[in-house]
């Protein structure tokens, strides 16, 4: 895959980012490097290979779904600047 000018000024737009048209040319075959390489991941022989998200099979704890630090609401609201009906208060910031 060859990618042109207009292309390159395409994408840098989608991706929000200024690139000079004197750039261009030279962003373009960067890109097209880039697209090479993935291509030539294409070629690789992926049968029978479980896909993985680490390379060390890890299995994380598992702990009980229990309320450990709860029913502090006034205890909380003590420490507020301001509070009232056992909600926090905050100034107004829109008129």
Do not use: C
Not at 7 to 25: N, Q, S
């Amino acid at each position: 895959m060859s990618l042109d000018k207009a292309t390159v000024a395409r994408i840098a737009t989608l991706a929000r980012i200024k690139v000079p048209e004197a750039d261009r040319e030279a962003v373009g075959r960067e890109l097209n490097k880039i697209l090479d390489w993935v291509e030539q991941l294409s070629e690789i022989d992926t049968e029978g290979v479980a896909p993985m998200t680490s390379v060390e099979h890890l299995t994380l704890p598992m702990r009980t779904d229990a309320v450990t630090d709860g029913d502090r609401a006034d205890e909380i609201l003590r420490n507020a600047p301001g509070a009232a009906h056992g909600f926090f208060t905050v100034p107004k910031v829109v008129e």
